[in-house]
């Protein structure tokens, strides 16, 4: 099976014990362009607060910026950076139910519907190499994930046979599982350790023979970039494919995109279209991929929002 199968099929078994959000290729570097195959966000104290916010990923800007529950502010004077960068966060603040905006004298203020909720817990990572006979960068991936420790825990995942030698090239840290996407089965062949997230973690950014570029990013900024990588899950879950427009595609019924055609889950994106010999014009399938994921997850599709009118306002109506 390739990457993109063995990805999305552990991706339905997990989600069967996930009591938070499941995602798919989240970038996890401050810095670099890490890329973690899947993110598992364990839920904290306040998820159903955030469950009610929107269905969609709050742009980070706006959580970060000066803008409060209290007082409206006058919207170019809270963001930092380029005004056109800076106006399409409020507009996607807005759009997904963060922000409301109010006019004054011509001017557009804005405030937060909400004091931004302290919803996420634990962030586990898991990196996915179906062979470990072709590992690619695999080492000093692992390698990055352990040093910045900005994710709690970190699992390798595999179709492979683990030997010592495999394992004497993944970190101590880091847990392994062995995974067949045929039957679901998973065996636990080491339990991750807990990474020291609270803490300053050292960023790899480029490794050779010769030397190895770091960062050193401080614990203000692991906690930053732990609130996008779970603000990022929430809105894009996994099911983040679109089926093709092919008789042959028959999706199961956690939404895999499978084909009898290869006898296997497909990449849509890579493996379908006309290119393939098997391609046979259709509409797509009729597939309610964000019903599927409400339905198994905790994941909100459709919640209220925590729009407010503001105080004294009733009086004029």
């Not at 399409?88 to 139910?97: N, T």
Request: charged share 30%; aromatic share 8%; net charge negative.
């Amino acid at each position: 099976m390739n990457e993109f199968g063995f990805e999305v099929a552990l991706c339905a078994e997990l989600e069967r014990d996930c009591s938070g959000v499941l995602s798919r290729q989240l970038g996890t570097a401050p810095h670099g362009s890490r890329v973690m195959d899947i993110v598992c966000v364990e839920p904290g104290p306040e998820f159903a607060d955030r469950q009610a916010i929107t269905e969609q990923t709050i742009p980070p800007a706006a959580i970060e910026s000066d803008v409060g529950p209290g007082t409206a502010q006058y919207w170019p004077a809270v963001f930092d950076g380029h005004p056109d960068r800076a106006d399409d966060v409020r507009e996607a603040a807005i759009d997904c139910g963060f922000f409301e905006s109010e006019r004054r004298q011509g001017r557009e203020y804005v405030r937060q519907t909400t004091r931004y909720p302290d919803w996420q817990d634990r962030l586990i990572g898991i990196e996915n190499k179906p062979d470990l006979g072709t590992p690619g960068k695999l080492e000093t991936q692992l390698l990055t994930d352990t040093k910045l420790a900005l994710l709690d825990e970190v699992i390798l995942a595999t179709e492979s046979y683990v030997t010592g030698a495999h394992r004497n090239r993944i970190p101590d840290a880091v847990g392994i599982w062995r995974f067949d996407p045929e039957t679901g089965e998973r065996e636990v062949l080491r339990e991750p350790e807990q990474l020291p997230v609270e803490e300053s973690g050292v960023e790899l950014l480029d490794r050779c023979s010769a030397q190895t570029d770091i960062a050193v990013v401080e614990p203000g900024e692991i906690r930053r970039q732990r609130r996008r990588i779970a603000e990022r899950a929430y809105g894009k879950g996994w099911r983040s494919y679109e089926f093709p427009a092919c008789t042959r595609i028959d999706p199961d019924e956690a939404g895999l995109p499978v084909c009898p055609y290869h006898d296997r889950i497909v990449d849509p994106a890579r493996d379908c279209g006309e290119d393939c010999d098997g391609f046979d014009p259709a509409d797509s399938p009729d597939v309610d991929l964000d019903g599927l994921r409400a339905e198994r997850t905790s994941w909100e599709p459709d919640p209220a929002g925590r729009q407010r009118r503001q105080s004294g306002l009733d009086q004029f109506y």
